[in-house]
């Protein structure tokens, strides 16, 4: 009589396309999670700089500016705006990667545990019929 215990063999789980797919997803994931909070982090930083500094909006109401001043005067107040502006979108971006990556880890680790728990599953199935006895001759 063999034991019923049998051990997982390392072809049955390299095979297994859902537990592939998972450690992907896994790997995927973790990948834009780290990029995502990283960056993140990076550009609020210069957002907190910039809210620091700050900039007055009341250029906007200059009429003694004509289209020829207009343009060299208020130069460096719109390049930080656009700075700041750029930095907004590049926060948002990069939240998105990072609640992206989130979302593909726990999927992936939903497919590892499923393919985990099926790779032992169809183990458990193969051993009991492998240890069954003959049914009688009748």
């Given at each position: ?5 049998s051990?997982?063999k390392?072809p049955?789980l ?18 834009n ?25 009341s ?12 343009s060299?005067v ?5 390049q930080?705006?656009r700075?700041v502006?750029f ?6 971006f990069?939240h ?14 939903l ?28």
């Amino acid at each position: 009589m063999r034991p019923m215990l049998s051990v997982v063999k390392p072809p049955d789980l390299y095979g297994d396309g859902w537990l592939i797919g998972g450690l992907i997803l896994m790997l995927l994931g973790a990948g834009n999670w780290v990029v995502g909070l990283t960056k993140t982090e990076q550009y609020s930083h210069v957002l907190a700089r910039a809210s620091q500094s700050g900039f007055d909006q009341s250029y906007l109401s200059f009429e003694e500016l004509d289209d020829r001043s207009d343009s060299a005067v208020l130069a460096p107040l719109t390049q930080q705006e656009r700075n700041v502006s750029f930095a907004n979108a590049r926060v948002d971006f990069y939240h998105a990667t990072f609640l992206t990556g989130q979302v593909l880890f726990s999927l992936g680790l939903l497919f590892t545990m499923v393919a985990f728990i099926a790779a032992i599953r169809r183990d458990a199935r193969r051993a009991m019929r492998s240890n069954r006895p003959p049914a009688p001759a009748g």
